[in-house]
């Protein structure tokens, strides 16, 4: 879920108290703790001690003599000045002292030391005659391996390579397991566990969606005072679904809910259950009840309950594959533990059509709570949460409210982070009213495009194109007031458009109402036919969306001649709230009556096409006059655009009254 959710940030300002290290779930609390004075650790302090040693043993335990000529080492052997000689595989190290004249310590002064010792070395040839003349000599001769022994010698040949490994080791376990190929723990739950108390969101965090939450405080309430309902006899709901579009604040809901309650809060994506390996989702699915069970009271939040719970009847192969053994799995937990224990399941979901039927049925997901798009008054408190933290000038919010129909709260919250930006980009210090109208557009229409070039002509063409939307919309009864008209290119393609705001949230639309927005949508193609004489590509959008109306009145909406309070199909509703998804269409009709609805739709497009060009006709003049000032200014405000239309708004209101 995005971090945008109505109701406001997902942090709260209240700091929880900091006891040191946090048990996930109570347990004793330990004092701060900073190893080494707070130092922290790096590899310079590896190197630094690598170097510091490598000198040590340079200097202290390595003295290294000049070597001599095998030839003068033997020559010094027959003389009888070297008394003993250390054999290596490096060198040969002869002595002046023997060996029972050395001092055990070199701090002992031995009275019998009276000539310092001198010391030679020699690369060692191949020579057999090296021995026996040492033999004959009586030079005490042994073996010595100091050379291998060495602190750096320990160091390279051992630690480094041992350190080296393990860092190598740790590392691709450590990418191995965000991949999901640790094969050491794919049995384990993912959930992000969160402790007691240390969530900090509140129902007050949460606004635009009252309904749901007085549902979810009576959830609080189970976890609180079970006993309560348990007295009279009456049963904890097991789990709870949150159903709604993408963006409400669902997940914020679950967060306030655990906040609220003083619980563990176990939190876990649907997804996060489905591994390559045959049983890891299942087993995932009983290690996290398990912990569960063992932290009641608790609650456990699926989010994207459909990547795991999607109906089996549709599986066409019939096979038992990875995702519904999980299913099956989260069936018989949900099944399997006893509602009196304090454990509450929320889950959430876009999809609820998808979803199979045993994970809905009471039982399981006793309760269904919509988390639908906020209203009017819903939306005004979202973008005042959201504005709390933002220097506000002399701004409207329930305009601003008016002017967002249909947005969601992350919708909201990225229109108050735009306007904030926009306001930085012009070096204000504070958020204007006229920040929040462009972040509005720009969330609606896209991204201005000022150095997009475009031809005089072109230029021409949508400026009556767009001024022929507006001066329809403004002669339509029952149509939203135009607030802005542009012919700056903005988003994809978009080289000018029409901004109208609704005044208020519509939940029916008449038949009138519809084929006047039908009306409005021809209204740019019919100004360019009557102005330059010829139509354009212009208008393909407006013909797509003035052809889907049509259609849903005759086929959904039963508002055709031969088939009245009739529906011809039936629409499967694909994304739920989303309505410029085009949902799942199951034709249940003969091909004559396709001809019919083919025909059907091409007669209303039509007939509202030409009641759209008499009224455009009735008023060239002012279309003219209009489409001139918007070629000189790019684009013109809701005043000024009333102010050109004047009086001939009340002339031609009859002309959009003729419908059917």
């Known amino acids: 879920m995005s971090d945008f959710e109505p109701g406001g940030p997902q942090k709260d300002k209240r700091k929880p108290k900091n006891n040191g290290p946090q048990f996930p779930f109570g347990g004793p609390k330990l004092p701060d703790f900073k190893p080494f004075g707070g130092w922290k650790f790096s590899i310079v302090y590896i190197l630094i001690l690598i170097i510091g040693m490598s000198l040590f043993n340079y200097v202290f335990l390595n003295r290294v003599n000049p070597t001599v000529d095998f030839s003068e080492f033997k020559t010094k052997i027959a003389s009888g000045e070297i008394k003993r000689v250390e054999l290596s595989d490096?060198?040969?190290?002869?002595?002046?002292?023997?060996?029972?004249?050395?001092?055990?310590?070199?701090?002992?002064?031995?009275?019998?030391?009276?000539?310092?010792?001198?010391?030679?070395?020699?690369?060692?040839?191949?020579?057999?005659?090296?021995?026996?003349?040492?033999?004959?000599?009586?030079?005490?001769?042994?073996?010595?391996?100091?050379?291998?022994?060495?602190?750096?010698?320990?160091?390279?040949?051992?630690?480094?390579?041992?350190?080296?490994?393990v860092f190598i080791w740790r590392f691709l376990m450590k990418r191995l397991g965000n991949m999901g190929g640790n094969v050491l723990s794919v049995g384990q739950n993912r959930a992000v566990i969160v402790a007691e108390g240390d969530i900090v969101t509140r129902f007050v965090d949460v606004a635009g969606v009252d309904e749901a939450k007085d549902e979810l405080v009576e959830v609080v309430d189970f976890l609180k005072n079970p006993k309560k309902y348990t007295d009279i006899g009456g049963k904890i709901p097991k789990g709870v679904l949150l159903v709604g579009p993408p963006g409400t604040g669902k997940t914020l809901l679950a967060r306030a809910v655990a906040g609220e309650a003083r619980v563990p809060f176990f939190r876990m994506s649907g997804a996060d259950f489905v591994e390559m390996f045959v049983g890891v989702g299942a087993a995932r699915v009983r290690d996290l009840f398990k912990q569960a069970r063992d932290k009641a009271p608790c609650i456990i939040f699926i989010d994207e309950l459909d990547a795991i719970g999607k109906s089996r009847i549709n599986n066409i192969a019939g096979g038992n594959d990875e995702?519904?053994?999980?299913?099956?799995?989260?069936?018989?937990?949900?099944?399997?533990?006893?509602?009196?224990?304090?454990?509450?399941?929320?889950?959430?979901?876009?999809?609820?059509?998808?979803?199979?039927?045993?994970?809905?049925?009471?039982?399981?997901?006793?309760?269904?709570?919509?988390?639908?798009?906020?209203?009017?008054?819903?939306?005004?408190?979202?973008?005042?949460?959201?504005?709390?933290?933002?220097?506000?000038?002399?701004?409207?919010?329930?305009?601003?409210?008016?002017?967002?129909?249909?947005?969601?709260?992350?919708?909201?919250?990225?229109?108050?982070?735009?306007?904030?930006?926009?306001?930085?980009?012009?070096?204000?210090?504070?958020?204007?009213?006229?920040?929040?109208?462009?972040?509005?557009?720009?969330?609606?229409?896209?991204?201005?495009?000022?150095?997009?070039?475009?031809?005089?002509?072109?230029?021409?063409?949508?400026?009556?194109?767009?001024?022929?939307?507006?001066?329809?919309?403004?002669?339509?009864?029952?149509?939203?007031?135009?607030?802005?008209?542009?012919?700056?290119?903005?988003?994809?393609?978009?080289?000018?458009?029409?901004?109208?705001?609704?005044?208020?949230?519509?939940?029916?639309?008449?038949?009138?109402?519809?084929?006047?927005?039908?009306?409005?949508?021809?209204?740019?193609?019919?100004?360019?036919?009557?102005?330059?004489?010829?139509?354009?590509?212009?208008?393909?959008?407006?013909?797509?969306?003035?052809?889907?109306?049509?259609?849903?009145?005759?086929?959904?909406?039963?508002?055709?001649?031969?088939?009245?309070?009739?529906?011809?199909?039936?629409?499967?509703?694909?994304?739920?709230?989303?309505?410029?998804?085009?949902?799942?269409?199951?034709?249940?009709?003969?091909?004559?009556?396709?001809?019919?609805?083919?025909?059907?739709?091409?007669?209303?497009?039509?007939?509202?096409?030409?009641?759209?060009?008499?009224?455009?006709?009735?008023?060239?003049?002012?279309?003219?006059?209009?489409?001139?000032?918007?070629?000189?200014?790019?684009?013109l405000d809701e005043g000024e655009f009333k102010s050109q239309i004047g009086d001939a708004l009340v002339k031609d209101t009859s002309v959009s009254l003729s419908h059917g």
């Open 90 to 165: 490096s060198y040969f190290t002869g002595y002046t002292t023997p060996r029972r004249e050395i001092a055990p310590r070199p701090s002992v002064r031995a009275p019998y030391m009276s000539v310092p010792e001198a010391v030679y070395r020699t690369v060692p040839i191949n020579d057999p005659e090296i021995i026996k003349l040492m033999d004959e000599k009586n030079v005490a001769y042994y073996a010595v391996s100091r050379e291998g022994s060495t602190v750096l010698n320990i160091i390279f040949s051992w630690v480094l390579p041992i350190a080296f490994f």
């Open 323 to 635: 995702r519904e053994q999980t299913l099956n799995q989260l069936l018989v937990e949900m099944d399997g533990f006893d509602a009196t224990s304090g454990l509450i399941i929320l889950a959430a979901t876009n999809r609820p059509d998808v979803l199979d039927p045993a994970l809905l049925r009471p039982g399981r997901f006793d309760r269904q709570v919509l988390v639908d798009r906020p209203d009017l008054k819903g939306r005004e408190e979202i973008l005042r949460i959201h504005s709390k933290a933002v220097k506000l000038g002399n701004v409207d919010l329930g305009a601003v409210a008016r002017g967002t129909s249909g947005f969601v709260g992350a919708d909201l919250a990225n229109i108050v982070n735009e306007a904030a930006l926009l306001a930085v980009r012009g070096g204000r210090q504070q958020v204007s009213q006229k920040d929040f109208e462009e972040a509005i557009e720009k969330t609606v229409a896209g991204l201005q495009k000022k150095n997009r070039i475009i031809s005089g002509e072109e230029r021409r063409i949508v400026a009556f194109h767009e001024t022929g939307h507006a001066l329809v919309a403004a002669f339509t009864p029952g149509s939203d007031p135009v607030q802005k008209i542009s012919i700056i290119p903005r988003g994809f393609g978009a080289l000018g458009y029409t901004l109208q705001m609704p005044i208020e949230d519509r939940y029916l639309m008449t038949e009138e109402e519809l084929l006047g927005k039908i009306d409005v949508l021809m209204g740019g193609r019919a100004a360019e036919e009557l102005v330059f004489g010829k139509i354009s590509t212009g208008a393909a959008n407006d013909l797509t969306k003035a052809t889907d109306i049509a259609r849903r009145m005759i086929t959904d909406y039963g508002m055709s001649s031969r088939f009245k309070n009739v529906a011809l199909t039936q629409r499967g509703n694909s994304m739920m709230g989303i309505h410029n998804q085009e949902p799942i269409l199951h034709r249940e009709y003969s091909e004559a009556t396709q001809q019919y609805i083919d025909e059907e739709i091409a007669h209303i497009v039509e007939k509202e096409y030409a009641l759209v060009k008499n009224l455009l006709g009735r008023n060239l003049e002012l279309l003219g006059r209009i489409a001139s000032l918007l070629l000189e200014k790019e684009s």
